[in-house]
Every structure is written in structure tokens, then in C-alpha cells.
């Protein structure tokens, strides 16, 4: 894929830190691939993408975490092929994690000054100087009512997160890298903090700010970086963007026509849901999920798909709203319990949801329809091999036998491993939460295929995907969510990357409001 | 869908050897058991009375309990979580069936009180742990000074003199061979195909491995854990069973460093302390080696201090190999 050509970004000041061809791969997979990226001094540049697009591992390169496999990183005059974290301090470069990393027993003083406190010769630590100084440091970041006295534990995420700024800038740094630093905070401290970034640009600092909310991105950016699939789309001047073609540019535009999509024979409902919500996570969702159909369910990080999902299957229950199941309704409030009901759910994350990676293909394939291959309490594990070997070849996945360990796959077979679990419970109703996520093309289609295979033979299938070309290749009908509301229901005749792309970026709802 | 056609014929075969797959499902349990004979034979031609009757008895009789103990433990161990109680409970259950015995009871309600006793006592913990949240090792440690305290407290540490005769099952010998033998070879053989082949002995392997994924597969973790530590409890009680009724007096304390003894019978024997993997075949046999081991020193006239030493370098030793192990597996 080649990136959109730029326009030349002619800058009169030299950049505080350049990446140049900035590759690198974790265990085979490259998840940057050949990524050009500079700050500048005094502006705020807003770096984007969604989950799995290489944003951290990009932040985690220029602060020294991870050394690159290829490129080169110039930090002021010197240019290195690795930095580490050594370098990063010297160079001027503090980054804001999003797990703050404080000493929740320590003062917001000591905080700060931790690793590089001001002494009094035979290393004594200056107290009052220590004190002083703090004081300066959230003074200027406009923070007179923090205690420099006050044990970082007892503080508010915002208030630990201004310690965490005035600790960066107690290394005079230059650049300062911010990991989501609104996830957590309320609107009154989202301000606040957006303040804070303002202050220090006007001083000077380069600002890399991480997020995924856009309006806090065209409030406070002077340009956007979106990086997709570990590789650069694009650099842009904030000017030149709207939040809808930066969506377009998070998640892709091209429609692989190569969607192996058959012909949907789509029948009687199965699962109806009205108003349901779960706390403050989602509310007011109501669809309906037919025999034979792909469901897809698109929106942005954080706008509340996996959550309808995971309420669904009864890890997290509704709080409000009803489920209803052939006419029927339920009360989901265990996995268990809907599981029994026919619902399967592929989670997002293989890893934590998914598999036991110490057990082989056949004992995580018959894991949740043990039943089926036991006789009484004792499992047959002639069947039990069977049934994975006939999985294996259903799903094609590439394995030595039943008996290989799931830690030894590669991630595409992980997945079908995952799904053959699923399928072995004969589900009505399979929830697949970003399918095809890290792994390869050609595992990625031969999943595709599978799919439609299922929905073909009366399976409803909802699909929550992150990719717009998976969406719109897939999908029968689209709904979209935006913070945590269903926004949209759009026919798959017209759905396209502008009308889905507008209702994830929340157009929808702002034209209802 | 339809169910996968059982009929079809996979379009692979199993490429390994049955002997290959043996190895690499078993391969702690073979190493144990090839150190025990190689001990045997080594130990045995520098004293060959070393192999006498009476010591092999000593050795594998005299320890049976702390096997049966590590049955339980391993379960325990192979959810993920620990006790580190056990040898207190095992002290308080010791003491209780002791004074039933002596106070005239039937001996059969002296022998099987303890196993009650204890699933109950493990029982609680296993609900805090599962229920409460709490980390295991914090709450067995509570229940260590809980248990230990009460006990010194209520008995002073007195021993248990005149005990009925009848009651010293372990010193019965069935069909030529000690009691504990039996209980031993019988409960490890029967908790291992029960771990293996049942519903619930994979589930706690799955829970052990990764808890997230079997929730989300309908296990009922918390509910799992709690009848793991039930069950592990009631193994404590067999335990008792044997070790209060070998010898003619039962002394109301804590035996000392019994729960490490324990702990490390399971995890030398191949049942990661990360949870998910693991035989009580292991520990059982990891039991014995150090039973032979501690023997052995006395017949090569090597100190018995250096016993512990031992052991905690085969405890280093078997975590490192552990370690590495699983970092070729899940190399990708």
C-alpha cells in the first residue's frame, strides 16, 4: 500500500526529534513499518490510529523503550539508530504513560524530583529546595492548589497526571509524549489539561498527544499523524483535515473486492435487543440480528462495541434494556448461561479471553462443549481428538496434529482454534469481536470466507470490526456506535466508506441534536 | 452449522511416537522417577543395606502422608493458587483425631473426622479466596497463624499419650504391605485419572492457565476454586490419617516446615507455580525422592542439615528448567 502523497512540509525550525524510515517487528510481525514522524518546537502533534496500528509502539521507540529494527531517529543534532532511555532524558524527551507511573506512598515533592532530587552535599537530600522548586513547576501549570506535601496516592488521576507533566518538565523536557491523557479524566479536567498542553507549547515544548477522542484533536493539534496497520497514511497540517477524512484515514478507504461474500439468505430474527445498556458504558441500543445474516457493528475505539458484545454474552450484564431470543426473553447474566443459549462469543483479545495457551488444540477446541465428548463425568478423548482433527480441517488451520500446544501458533491459527471452540457449540448466534485482528492476509481472507460459509448455512453472526474494509466487504447491514450510542443502522446497498465513516466520526448524532 | 463430520478421516497423522508424545506430556515425572533409581543404584553400592526391607519402608511408609498431602496441593497449585497452611491444618487435625481416639470414640470417626474437618477449614479459605478476591497466599498465610495460634493456645503443645491400638492404622499392613503404601499408590493413581480424564480435573488446568478464557467458556471458576481448596483440604485430612496414627504419641504442634515440604513435593514434580500444568504423579514421586534423598544422606554419612539445602537447590533447579521451558513452547 502506498501512502497518499504529501505535501512537502517545508518548516523554517529544525525538528526537536525526527524519526527516518523507522521500522520494527515483534516475534515476525511488523507492526511499524518504515514510518517517517518528527515534533517540532512549540506545536501540539496529534498522532492517530486505532488500536493496533502501531501508535505506542511508535511513542515507545522515541522514548527508548523499544529499539527499532530499521531507520533512524535524530533527537536535536544527533542521529541514532536505537535510543535509550538514557538518550531520551538527555535529549529532553518525557513521556506521560497512561498508567501513570507514581509512587503512590511518596509525596507529589518527592514525586517529582525522584532519581534527580536537589542534595546538599553528602548526597542529603534539600528538602526545602526539593519543595520550592515543585511548587515553581505546578505553579506554572497553573496547579496552586495542589500540595506538593500530599501523598500521590490520595490524589485524583487528574491531579497525579499534572505530578506526572511537572515531572517531565523537572527534567527541562522538550518533548513531551502523551499517551491518551484524557481517557480517564472528567470534562471539567479535560479542559484543564488542554490548558496545561496550550501553556507548554507557548514555551516551546513539542507535544506528541495520543488519542482517539477527534474534537479534542482539532481543539488543541497543529498537525495529525495516522498511522494504520504499522505504516504512515499521512502527515497534515490540522487545517487540511476534517474529522471525517481522518477517519477515512484511520481506517481505510479501498474496498478489497476480494470480500469472498456469498449471495445472504437471510431469514426470521433470532436476537432482538431494545434499550439495552450497561452502566455508563453503553445505553439505548436496540437492533435485531437475523438467521443467515453478518451484522457488522463499526464505531471508533472507546465508543462502546465491545461492550454491547461482552453484556450480550453475559460477562458483563444489561443494566437496563431487554434481550430477547426467537421471541423469547432472557436475562443473560453468566457466559455460562449464554453459551446454553446458543450464543458464542470470539473475543477481541485471543490472548486474555480466548485460549489456554499450555493446553493442545483438542482440550481448548472441546472446552466449551466438554459435554459432547464425555460419558457421564469422563471425557472420551478419542472423540475429543477427532472432533479437533475434523475442526482443524474445517477452519484449515495449520497445526502438527490435535495435540500440539495453542502457544506454539501462529496468531491466525490461535483465532481458528478460538472459533473452532466456539463452533463446537453448535451456537445460533456467533458475536466475533475484531476477527482478523494481527493477523496475516492470507489466514485474514481464508477467516472471511469461513464466515460468510456460516452465515450461509443459517448462522447469525455479528461482527464488530475496526476495519471500514471489513466492515463494508462483510457486513449485511452496518450499525454504528458512537459513544455509546447506536447511532446508525445503514443498509449494506448504502453503506460506504462516507456515510459509515460519518456516523463513527458522530456526525449522525450531531445532526440529531 | 452442521457439527463437523466425525467421519471424515483427518488429513494428517499424528507424526510423533506414542513413546515421543509420552515424553513430552510426562517429561518431569520420567526425570523424577529415573533420579529415583539412579539414587538407588549410586546409594545402594556405597551401603547396600540401604535397599533392606525396613528402610525402603522407612522411606516410602514413613513419608506417604506428606505424597497424599501434595495430591491435594498439586490441585491447588494447578488453579493457580497456593496454600501455605497446609502443614498447620495438618497439625490441627493430628490433634483433634488424637484426643477422639482417646476420648473413647470409635476409631473409624477418629480417622475420618479429620477429612471432614479439613475440607471444611479449606473450604473457607477457598471462598475468601475465590469470593473475598483475596490472593491466596495472603489469605493461607492468615490461616497459618489462625490455625498454628489456636492451637498452641488451646493444647499448650501437650502430647497425646495412650492411644487406643486400634487406632494405629498406618502401622496395619495389607496384603504385606504398610497401610500409607496403599493410600499413597491408590489416591495418587486415582487423583491423576481424575485430573486427567474428567470435566473437572480439565477445568482446573484451564483455570489455572488462563482464568479469563475459562470464564468466558462457561467454566465456573470461582466455584471450581472453591471445591479445589475443598477437596485439597480433605486430602490434608487423609494425610492426617496416616501421619497421626504412625507412631504412639501425637504431639499437639505444628510439624515444622511440613507446608514447604509439601509445596515443593508438588512443584519439583513438575506442576507449575504459574498454574495450568502438571501430574500428581510428579509430586507423589518428587515425595518419595526426597524421602530417599533424606535417607540416603544417613547411609553415605553425609549431614542431615544438608537436606534442606538440597532440596531448595532441586526447587531452583526444577523452576529455572520450568521457566525455560515455557519460553521455547511459546516462542513463535
Given at each position: 500500500m502506498t501512502p497518499p502523497v504529501m505535501p512537502p512540509v517545508t518548516s523554517p525550525v529544525?525538528?526537536?526529534?525526527?524519526?527516518?524510515?523507522?521500522?520494527?517487528?515483534?516475534?515476525?510481525?511488523?507492526?511499524?513499518?518504515?514510518?517517517?514522524?518528527?515534533?517540532?518546537?512549540?506545536?501540539?502533534?496529534?498522532?492517530?490510529?486505532?488500536?493496533g496500528a502501531g501508535k505506542s509502539t511508535l511513542i515507545k521507540v522515541i522514548a527508548g523503550v523499544h529499539a527499532p529494527d530499521g531507520g533512524t531517529i535524530t533527537i536535536g543534532e544527533r542521529e541514532l539508530a536505537a535510543v535509550t532511555p538514557r538518550d531520551a532524558v538527555e535529549g529532553g524527551i518525557a513521556t506521560v504513560y497512561q498508567e501513570l507511573l507514581l509512587f503512590p506512598e511518596l509525596s507529589v515533592a518527592e514525586n517529582v524530583f525522584l532519581g534527580h532530587a536537589p542534595t546538599r552535599g553528602l548526597g542529603r537530600l534539600d528538602w526545602t529546595q526539593m519543595r520550592r522548586r515543585a511548587r515553581q513547576l505546578l505553579d506554572s501549570l497553573d496547579s496552586h492548589d495542589l500540595d506538593v506535601d500530599a501523598k500521590v496516592g490520595t490524589l485524583s488521576v487528574a491531579n497525579r497526571q499534572r505530578v506526572e507533566i511537572a515531572k517531565a518538565l523537572s527534567q527541562n523536557a522538550r518533548v513531551l509524549i502523551m499517551d491518551e491523557p484524557t481517557a480517564a479524566l472528567a470534562d471539567a479536567d479535560v479542559r484543564r489539561l488542554m490548558d496545561v498542553v496550550r501553556?507548554?507549547?507557548?514555551?516551546?515544548?513539542?507535544?506528541?498527544?495520543?488519542?482517539?477522542?477527534?474534537?479534542?484533536?482539532?481543539?488543541?493539534?497543529?498537525?495529525?499523524?495516522?498511522?494504520?496497520?504499522?505504516?504512515?497514511?499521512?502527515?497534515?497540517?490540522?487545517?487540511?483535515?476534517?474529522e471525517q477524512s481522518l477517519v477515512a484515514m484511520m481506517v481505510g478507504r479501498e474496498i478489497d473486492h476480494l470480500f469472498p461474500k456469498p449471495e445472504p439468505a437471510i431469514r426470521e430474527t433470532v436476537l432482538k435487543v431494545e434499550g439495552l445498556a450497561c452502566g455508563d458504558r453503553f445505553r439505548d441500543v436496540s437492533f435485531e440480528l437475523r438467521r443467515g445474516e453478518i451484522l457488522g457493528m463499526a464505531g471508533l475505539v472507546g465508543s462502546g462495541r465491545t461492550e454491547v458484545a461482552l453484556t450480550i454474552f453475559g460477562i458483563t450484564p444489561a443494566t437496563a434494556g431487554t434481550i430477547e431470543l426467537e421471541g423469547r426473553p432472557v436475562a443473560i447474566t453468566s457466559p455460562r448461561h449464554a453459551c446454553d443459549l446458543g450464543i458464542a462469543y470470539v473475543p477481541e483479545d485471543r490472548g486474555l479471553q480466548g485460549l489456554v495457551r499450555p493446553m493442545t488444540i483438542a482440550q481448548n477446541v472441546s472446552m466449551a462443549s466438554l459435554r459432547k465428548v464425555a460419558t457421564g463425568i469422563f471425557i472420551r478423548f478419542a472423540d475429543e481428538a477427532l472432533r479437533a482433527a475434523a475442526s482443524i480441517k474445517q477452519l484449515g488451520t495449520r497445526a502438527r496434529g490435535p495435540d500440539q500446544v495453542v502457544g506454539q501458533l501462529s496468531g491466525g491459527n490461535q483465532q481458528k482454534v478460538v472459533l473452532g471452540k466456539w463452533l463446537e457449540t453448535n451456537p445460533r448466534i456467533l458475536i466475533m469481536d475484531e476477527p482478523t485482528r494481527g493477523i496475516d492476509v492470507g489466514a485474514k481472507s481464508e477467516i472471511h470466507a469461513l464466515m460468510g460459509r456460516l452465515a450461509q448455512e443459517g448462522m447469525a453472526i455479528l461482527m464488530i470490526s475496526s476495519e471500514l474494509p471489513e466492515v463494508l466487504g462483510m457486513s449485511d447491514r452496518v450499525l454504528v456506535m458512537h459513544a455509546g450510542r447506536l447511532v446508525a443502522a445503514i443498509d449494506r446497498a448504502d453503506a460506504n466508506p462516507e456515510s459509515v465513516g460519518a456516523a463513527m466520526a458522530g456526525a449522525a448524532a450531531q445532526e440529531a441534536a | 452449522m452442521a457439527a463437523p463430520d466425525l467421519h471424515a478421516a483427518p488429513d494428517f497423522h499424528p507424526k510423533r511416537s506414542l513413546a515421543a508424545r509420552i515424553v513430552s506430556a510426562y517429561g518431569q515425572e520420567i526425570v523424577i522417577a529415573a533420579a529415583i533409581v539412579a539414587l538407588f543404584v549410586v546409594v545402594s553400592t556405597i551401603n547396600p543395606r540401604f535397599l533392606g526391607t525396613n528402610n525402603l519402608n522407612t522411606i516410602i511408609a514413613g513419608n506417604a502422608y506428606i505424597a497424599v498431602a501434595a495430591i491435594g496441593m498439586s490441585m491447588v497449585i494447578i488453579t493457580g493458587q497456593i496454600d501455605v497452611s497446609v502443614g498447620a491444618l495438618i497439625g490441627v487435625l493430628a490433634t483433634i483425631s488424637g484426643n477422639l481416639a482417646v476420648s473413647g470414640a470409635p476409631v473409624w470417626i477418629a480417622w475420618i473426622a479429620p477429612v471432614f474437618i479439613g475440607a471444611a477449614i479449606s473450604g473457607v479459605t477457598g471462598a475468601l479466596v475465590a469470593y473475598g478476591r483475596l490472593p491466596s497466599i495472603v489469605v493461607t498465610l492468615g490461616m497459618l497463624s489462625i490455625l498454628k495460634g489456636g492451637l498452641v493456645s488451646v493444647t499448650g503443645g501437650a502430647w497425646i499419650n495412650h492411644l487406643p491400638p486400634a487406632f494405629q492404622l498406618a502401622q496395619q499392613r495389607w496384603l504385606g504391605l504398610p497401610v500409607p503404601i496403599w493410600f499413597m499408590v491408590a489416591l495418587t493413581l486415582l487423583a491423576f485419572l481424575w485430573m486427567r480424564n474428567t470435566a473437572?480435573?480439565?477445568?482446573?488446568?484451564?483455570?489455572?492457565?488462563?482464568?479469563?478464557?475459562?470464564?468466558?467458556?462457561?467454566?465456573?471458576?470461582?466455584?471450581?476454586?472453591?471445591?479445589?481448596?475443598?477437596?485439597?483440604?480433605?486430602?490434608?485430612?487423609?494425610?492426617?490419617?496416616?501421619?497421626?496414627?504412625?507412631?504412639?504419641?501425637?504431639?499437639?504442634?505444628?510439624?515444622?516446615?511440613?507446608?514447604?515440604?509439601?509445596?515443593?513435593?508438588?512443584?519439583?514434580g513438575g506442576v507449575s507455580i504459574l498454574g495450568g500444568t502438571g501430574t500428581v504423579i510428579g509430586s507423589t514421586l518428587a515425595a518419595i525422592l526426597f524421602a530417599a534423598i533424606g535417607s540416603a544422606m544417613i547411609f553415605v554419612n553425609v549431614s542431615a542439615y544438608w537436606l534442606r539445602a538440597v532440596i531448595g537447590f532441586l526447587i531452583l533447579v526444577t523452576v529455572l528448567v520450568d521457566m525455560a521451558r515455557r519460553n521455547r513452547e511459546f516462542r513463535q
Open positions: 529544525t525538528p526537536l526529534v525526527s524519526l527516518a524510515g523507522v521500522s520494527k517487528s515483534f516475534a515476525g510481525v511488523r507492526v511499524l513499518k518504515d514510518v517517517d514522524f518528527d515534533v517540532l518546537p512549540g506545536e501540539v502533534h496529534a498522532l492517530l490510529g486505532e488500536n501553556r507548554l507549547r507557548a514555551r516551546g515544548v513539542g507535544i506528541v498527544y495520543v488519542s482517539h477522542k477527534l474534537p479534542e484533536i482539532f481543539e488543541l493539534a497543529d498537525r495529525v499523524t495516522v498511522l494504520r496497520d504499522g505504516a504512515l497514511i499521512g502527515t497534515k497540517p490540522i487545517a487540511e483535515v476534517t | 473437572f480435573g480439565r477445568s482446573l488446568y484451564a483455570i489455572g492457565g488462563n482464568p479469563e478464557a475459562a470464564r468466558a467458556a462457561g467454566i465456573p471458576v470461582e466455584r471450581r476454586i472453591v471445591q479445589t481448596f475443598m477437596i485439597h483440604g480433605a486430602f490434608a485430612g487423609i494425610a492426617t490419617m496416616i501421619f497421626a496414627t504412625q507412631l504412639r504419641v501425637i504431639q499437639s504442634t505444628v510439624p515444622p516446615n511440613l507446608e514447604l515440604t509439601i509445596i515443593t513435593a508438588s512443584v519439583i
